[in-house]
């Protein structure tokens, strides 16, 4: 069985010009010996996930961010392939 964990990474949307907390989702090694290494599988923009919920389920804190031209954002591809999950850097 699969454990994951979420990394956030705090950019600035290219095409909004306002920070945002992307949600890079990441799964544990399976491996013995490696714990604590979690490979990346992808990630999500917050402003694109509230434009894909119903309108009664949106975040207020979106919602003068109706769309999104450069989706996929290459932000998205600027994480860390495997991490340290205790340091949320690069394992050494």
């Not at 290219?14 to 920070?19: G, R, V, Y």
């Not at 402003?47 to 919920?53: A, C, H, K, Q, S």
């Not at 031209?69 to 050494?92: M, S, W």
Request: proline share 10%; glycine share 4%; charged share 25%.
């Amino acid at each position: 069985m699969a454990f994951y964990t979420i990394h956030h990474r705090f950019v600035e949307c290219p095409f909004w010009k306002t920070e945002v907390a992307l949600e890079g989702k990441y799964y544990y090694s399976e491996e013995p010996g490696h714990e604590y290494e979690a490979y990346f599988s992808n990630a999500q923009c917050p402003i694109i996930r509230n434009i894909r919920l119903p309108e009664h389920k949106r975040d207020d804190r979106y919602k003068y961010y109706p769309l999104c031209h450069l989706h996929p954002c290459a932000e998205l591809h600027n994480f860390e392939p495997l991490i340290d999950v205790r340091t949320g850097q690069p394992p050494k």
